[in-house]
């Protein structure tokens, strides 16, 4: 378990993340550029490091897709497994939000009784640099009724902030809610 002192840390660490895409970006937009020729070691610096590499925006969004598989299972571990240890979860079905493992285990326990299938409806992803992205749109739940059988679909919005941590791509933060009526 992280300390109260690790949270705020992890906090501005993104932070900075944040703003040093900003300047970067900045930087990209009036022109600063470097130039060096590729060696057969992969770059004019040595071998290429994959952890510096931008994540495609297919490849941001494909993360739904494991999260969805491992909510299938009827494992709540094994979605857990998919989020950061200090992770932030307001789910759907839920009033309560999560902030811990416990937390969201507890929740998926209860919400994968349902027997839950998302589908992505629409998304809009955008990566920040090669260490975070975030994934936001709708989807819709298919969920079933474990007392009478009775299949529902539910619409909801949704986004999902990750990081990449120790080399996995983790959701650090994950909104969910059912889409309100129009009006």
Do not use: C
């Not at 709540?76 to 969201?104: C, F, K, N």
């Not at 809009?124 to 260490?131: A, G, I, M, Q, S």
């Amino acid at each position: 378990m992280q300390s109260q002192t690790e949270k705020p840390r992890r906090m501005r660490e993104r932070v900075g993340l944040v703003a040093i895409t900003a300047v970067l970006t900045a930087a990209a937009t009036v022109g600063i550029t470097t130039v060096a020729s590729a060696d057969d070691e992969g770059t004019a610096n040595g071998p290429v490091d994959d952890s510096t590499i931008e994540p495609t925006e297919s490849e941001i969004a494909a993360l739904f897709d494991e999260w969805n598989a491992a909510l299938q299972t009827g494992d709540a571990q094994a979605v857990a497994d998919r989020y950061a240890p200090d992770a932030v979860l307001l789910p759907t079905a839920s009033a309560r939000i999560r902030t811990d493992r416990d937390g969201i285990v507890d929740y998926f326990e209860h919400f994968q009784e349902n027997d839950p299938i998302g589908e992505k409806t629409e998304t809009v992803v955008t990566v920040l640099d090669e260490n975070t992205a975030v994934d936001a749109g709708t989807y819709v739940f298919t969920l079933t009724d474990p007392e009478t059988g009775e299949v529902r679909e539910v619409p909801a919005r949704y986004s999902y902030a990750y990081e990449k941590i120790d080399g996995d791509w983790l959701i650090v933060n994950h909104h969910s809610s059912v889409t309100p009526a129009e009006g």
